[in-house]
């Protein structure tokens, strides 16, 4: 049987390059920095989880978006892959905002109809 | 104690991604092994706390497993008994040798393929399954051909392969590509 998925994970999930795309985009940023990071920055509007967050930024990686680096922060006792958008990445984040934005009024709009 | 849990957590983690290169685990478990380090310093030292509000590493390992797929290794341990198990499931063998364990065989087949298939994704799981059932197709073929010659040639008919086995050989060795694929996860294809 198929696994029924929480309406409104799958919103985040659609939600999700974008936001860690316009994330990294200010500036480069680790995994465990992300998770509470993007949370604060939206308010709470995207918490993600380790299932969700991970393996996005891996298939980013893989497809050129983001590029990572292993870096010794001070007082830490491991080093930390740190992301970072590369030229691809910048020229998706200015694609993608730009459709969200026009998707956004357009909802918006929409639901304001319906209210 | 905290230690022995954070070591657990990690195995874990790399278990959920087996069929993963070990190069990609090496870097998956360290990069989270380094946030989980994080957590624990800012919670304090909760790291059975820590450990609670995280993802199952089991789950988040496959999770990774899927978008890096799995590693040449790992696909050649699946593929490279496939024909041999082919060609040992094929019934014809328990006419010649009574002792030969075909079924054995087929059922060491299936397994291969839908474990294959579970840890390396759909697309080489059907691999896996052609490369048993390619075989078991072939022998059929090959043998029938050669039985209808010596038929032909010596009037020998005491050989025969009958519609039964056919049809059982033909199904039993299509459903493998058929089973691997849909029985496989979701794994990209590797790098």
């Not at chain 1, 299932?51 to 007082?75: C, M, N």
């Not at chain 2, 790992?74 to 024909?83: C, V």
């Amino acid at each position: 049987m198929a696994r029924r998925k929480d309406p409104v994970t799958e919103l985040r999930r659609g939600a999700l390059e974008l936001a860690l795309l316009a994330f990294l985009g200010r500036s480069p940023c680790f995994g465990g920095g992300i998770l509470p990071g993007l949370a604060e920055a939206t308010n709470g509007g995207l918490e993600l989880t380790e299932g969700a967050l991970y393996p996005a930024l891996h298939r980013l990686e893989k497809k050129g978006v983001l590029v990572s680096e292993w870096r010794q922060d001070e007082g830490a006792i491991r080093p930390r892959k740190y992301y970072t958008l590369t030229d691809a990445g910048q020229e998706r984040l200015t694609i993608l905002s730009q459709a969200w934005r026009k998707l956004a009024d357009g909802l918006e709009g929409l639901l304001e109809d319906s209210e | 104690m905290s230690q022995q849990m954070i070591d657990d957590f990690l195995r874990r983690l790399r278990r959920g991604m087996g069929g993963c290169s070990g190069k990609v685990k090496d870097a998956s478990v360290m990069e989270i092994a380094a946030d989980l380090d994080v957590r624990i310093q800012a919670s304090g030292g909760d790291v059975p706390g820590v450990i609670a509000s995280f993802e199952d590493p089991v789950a988040l390992g496959r999770a990774l497993r899927a978008v890096h797929g799995s590693g040449v290794r790992t696909r050649l341990l699946y593929m490279l008994p496939a024909p041999l198990l082919g060609f040992a499931s094929f019934p014809a063998f328990q006419s010649v040798f009574p002792a030969w364990p075909v079924n054995l065989c087929l059922l060491l087949a299936i397994i291969l393929v839908l474990r294959g298939a579970a840890i390396t994704g759909r697309i080489t799981g059907a691999i896996i399954g052609g490369l048993v059932a390619g075989p078991r197709i072939i022998l059929m073929i090959a043998t029938g051909v050669a039985l209808g010659f010596i038929q032909e040639s010596i009037g020998y008919e005491a050989w025969t392969i009958d519609g039964g086995t056919i049809f059982v050989v033909l199904l039993t060795s299509l459903m493998l590509p058929v089973f691997g694929f849909l029985v496989g996860a979701r794994v990209s294809p590797p790098a």
